[in-house]
């Protein structure tokens, strides 16, 4: 799903700080919010140049129509400047408002990030089945960030029994996705065998991938002679 330039810069200012059985079967994409028609995309297009210029109100004014009609991009995009404080108060209930909006029209990014708030409590006491609720949600529609959160979550067992052969299925998911995060993870366990058996050649190549994407931590990995 293509999210319009408002999306993502709100996205790079709100970027989140995350998270012998058989083999489990792949992640199942069920289907996700339709596409924004013309008339709603020239909408978000120009609330999104309206963002650009910092014209915060003339953004929320185009954006909050759109969204209580019922499109799921303007009213991410809502929760997104709410959670920001721009524009408007700093309010996690609004984000909150927006994003439960968003979500239950299978808006993967507002699945993940509603689960966020919750993650961080900024609701109220902190609920992990609400959490885990949301982030399988997002990552059975693709998002990798919820893959990994939803990985961790499943791995440390969070709010729940651990579920190892859950945490390996979101953990590969999520690497598949490109997440340097997740192939980190993978690495180490290829290379201390927690979790996966003893490696090397398999642990070398996720901590490959995760340096690619550039995360320093892999980079300090592959600079390791092995051995030690």
Not at 74 to 83: D, P, R, S
Request: proline residues 9%; charged residues 20%; contains cysteine.
């Amino acid at each position: 799903m293509r999210i319009p330039v408002l999306l993502m810069l709100c996205l790079l200012l709100a970027g989140p700080a995350a998270y012998a059985a058989p083999a489990p079967k792949p992640p199942q994409a069920p289907k996700a919010a339709p596409a924004s028609n013309p008339a709603a995309q020239a909408v978000l297009r120009s609330a999104s140049q309206a963002y650009e210029r910092r014209d915060y109100a003339g953004a929320i004014k185009q954006l909050t129509p759109l969204a209580e009609s019922g499109d799921p991009q303007a009213a991410f995009a809502l929760g997104l400047m709410a959670v920001r404080g721009h524009g408007m108060p700093q309010s996690p209930e609004t984000a909150a408002k927006w994003w439960t909006r968003a979500a239950k029209a299978n808006f993967p990014e507002a699945q993940y990030h509603l689960g966020l708030l919750h993650y961080r409590a900024l609701l109220g006491p902190r609920n992990a089945a609400v959490v885990r609720d949301w982030w399988t949600k997002a990552a059975n529609h693709g998002q990798a960030e919820a893959m990994f959160g939803l990985a961790q979550m499943l791995r440390s067992g969070d709010g729940a029994p651990k579920d190892m052969a859950g945490a390996l299925r979101w953990f590969n998911a999520a690497a598949d996705k490109g997440h340097p995060g997740a192939a980190y993870e993978l690495g180490l366990m290829y290379k201390t065998g927690k979790g996966l058996p003893k490696d090397p050649a398999k642990a070398r190549a996720y901590f490959q991938k995760a340096a690619d994407a550039g995360m320093p931590e892999a980079r300090r990995e592959l600079s390791i002679r092995p051995g030690r």
